[in-house]
C-alpha cells in the first residue's frame, strides 16, 4: 500500500505547460490562474443553514493555463481538464455567439460554464474574449476536499485576469462577490445546491490561519494556526459510496423542513435544543435527528473556534469527536470506512480529535494530532484501514492501485503556499 503523492503546485503548472505545448505547438498560454482546495475541520452540514463552518485551505488546488484567442472571427473558446476522474470527454468548445446554458453532457464542463455565464452577466456583450484553457487539479475529485470550489474559483480568476483592466470598478468583484457568483454557478449550472463555505475559504483563506465563516451574513474571521507542535491530518478513505448521490439534496431538504416547522428561515435561528424538544411531535422522527444535529453543530463549531484560539486541543478534539458521532447516528451521511479511521485515529496517543470532513459517505477523515504523533498516527490507520478495508472491499492483492488511503497532510504552521500564481 502506498501513499498516493500530491502534486506540488509546481508540478501541476509543469504538467500544464507541457499539455499545452504538446496541444499547440509553438504557442504559450499567458495566464495561470490557482484556487486552493479545503479541509473543513468543524461544522459540518451547517453552511446552508446559515451557520458557522470551520475550514482551512490545503495545499491542492485547481490550476488553470490558458490565453485570449484573438482572431477576430472567433467567438469559440475551447477548455480541456487534463483529470482521469472525470470521465471520457476531456474538452468541450463553448461559442460565446450562443446562451450558455448548462449542459447534460460532460458533466465537469458544467462548473466551468456556470463560472462563465455568470462571469460574462457583467461584461458588455461586445466585449466577449475568447479563450483557450488546460485545466489541473491535485485536490482528489469527490473526496470532500472541495475540488469543485477549486475549479470554479480557478476559472473566476482566470476570467479576472483574462479581462484585466477591461473592467471597470464597479464590474469587479470583492472576493466575496466572487465565492458567491462561484457558489451560484454549481447551485445554477451543476444543480448541487451547496451551501458558500467551499467557494469562500477558496477564495478567502490564507495560510497559517483557519476561516470560521458566519454563513449568514457571509462574515469571517481569520483563526491563527501557528502551534509548529500540532498537525492537521487529512485521511482520503479512497471511498465515494453511491448512497451519497442526492442524499445531499435531501439533508438540505429535511433541514428547511425542520426550521420551517419551527418558524425560522434557518436553522441557525434555533437558541437552543429545548425549542426543538418543544417541537419533536410536530416533526417525523428523521426531521428531528437532522435538526439535532445541524443545531447543535452551530453550537459545537463556535465553541471549538474559541477553543482553537486559545490553543485548547483538548477541547478541539473533544468537539471534533462528538460533531463525527453527531454526523454518524443524527445526519447519517458518515459508512463505515470513515467510522473505522476515526476510531483508528482514537486509538493513538497524542490524537486530540477526529471525524469526517465534506459531505460524507466516502471522502475524507480530518485529524488533529501532534506533531510528534503524526507518524505512529499515519502507520495505525494504514494498517488498520487495509486490515478492515479488506471487509469493505475484498481487492485484488495483484492490484497494483492499491491505495485505499491516501494521506495528506498540512501542519498548522504549513507556511506560505501561494494562493495564486
Ligand atoms: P468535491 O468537491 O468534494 O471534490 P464534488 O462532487 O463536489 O466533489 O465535485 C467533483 C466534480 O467537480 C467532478 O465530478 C467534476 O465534475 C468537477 N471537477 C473537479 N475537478 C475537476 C477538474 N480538474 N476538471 C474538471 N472537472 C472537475
Ligand atoms: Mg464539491
Known amino acids: 500500500m502506498t501513499a498516493e503523492k500530491t502534486a506540488t503546485l509546481e508540478e501541476l503548472k509543469a504538467a500544464l505547460l507541457e499539455s499545452y505545448r504538446e496541444e499547440f505547438p509553438n504557442d504559450e498560454p499567458t495566464i495561470c490562474a490557482f484556487a486552493p482546495g479545503r479541509v473543513n475541520l468543524i461544522g459540518e452540514h451547517v453552511d446552508y443553514n446559515d451557520g458557522f463552518v470551520f475550514p482551512m485551505a490545503i495545499p491542492v488546488g485547481t490550476m488553470i493555463v490558458g490565453k485570449a484567442l484573438n482572431e477576430p472571427t472567433t467567438t469559440k473558446c475551447y477548455v480541456r481538464t487534463l483529470s482521469k476522474d472525470v470521465g471520457e470527454q476531456k474538452s468541450i468548445e463553448i461559442d460565446l455567439a450562443n446562451e450558455l446554458a448548462p449542459i447534460k453532457s460532460p458533466k465537469w464542463a458544467n462548473y466551468v460554464l456556470g463560472v462563465l455565464a455568470h462571469f460574462l452577466e457583467r461584461v458588455k456583450p461586445s466585449k466577449k474574449q475568447p479563450f483557450r484553457i488546460l485545466i489541473a487539479t491535485s485536490v482528489p475529485i469527490g473526496g470532500g476536499l472541495s475540488s469543485s470550489a477549486s475549479v470554479e474559483v480557478a476559472m473566476c480568476t482566470f476570467l479576472e485576469l483574462l479581462y484585466g483592466n477591461s473592467l471597470s470598478s464597479n464590474q469587479q468583484l470583492s472576493k466575496v462577490d466572487k465565492a458567491l457568483l462561484c457558489c451560484k454557478a ?14 469562500y475559504t477558496s477564495c478567502l483563506a490564507k495560510a497559517d490561519h483557519a476561516l470560521l465563516i458566519d454563513c449568514r451574513d457571509n462574515t469571517s474571521q481569520y483563526i491563527p494556526m501557528i502551534n509548529k507542535n500540532v498537525c492537521v491530518l487529512v485521511t482520503n478513505s479512497n471511498v465515494k459510496h453511491e448512497l451519497g448521490a442526492g442524499t445531499y439534496a435531501e439533508r438540505v431538504h429535511n433541514c428547511q423542513v425542520a426550521a420551517n416547522l419551527l418558524g425560522h428561515k434557518k436553522l441557525r435561528e434555533v437558541t437552543s435544543l429545548k425549542e426543538l424538544e418543544n417541537a419533536r411531535d410536530k416533526m417525523s422522527p428523521t426531521t428531528y435527528k437532522r435538526a439535532r444535529h445541524a443545531i447543535t ?32 447516528d443524527d445526519f447519517e451521511v458518515s459508512c463505515e470506512e470513515l467510522d473505522q479511521l476515526v476510531e483508528l485515529a482514537r486509538s493513538v496517543d497524542g490524537v486530540y480529535g477526529s471525524r469526517m470532513t465534506g459531505g460524507g459517505f466516502g471522502g475524507c477523515t480530518v485529524t488533529l494530532v501532534a506533531k510528534s504523533s503524526v507518524g505512529k498516527c499515519i502507520e495505525t490507520m494504514k494498517n488498520g484501514y487495509k486490515e478492515k478495508c479488506q471487509q469493505f472491499h475484498p481487492r485484488n492483492d495483484s492490484d497494483d492501485d492499491d491505495t485505499q488511503i491516501q494521506i495528506c497532510f498540512s501542519y498548522l504552521s504549513s507556511s506560505k503556499f501561494p494562493l495564486q500564481i
Do not use: W
Open 186 to 199: 454549481e447551485q445554477t449550472y451543476a444543480n448541487v445546491p451547496c451551501g458558500i463555505m467551499d467557494q
Open 297 to 328: 453543530e452551530i453550537q459545537r463549531t463556535e465553541i471549538a473556534a474559541e477553543a482553537l484560539s486559545k490553543n485548547d486541543y483538548a477541547e478541539f478534539g473533544r468537539l471534533m469527536y462528538e460533531s463525527h458521532q453527531s454526523l454518524r
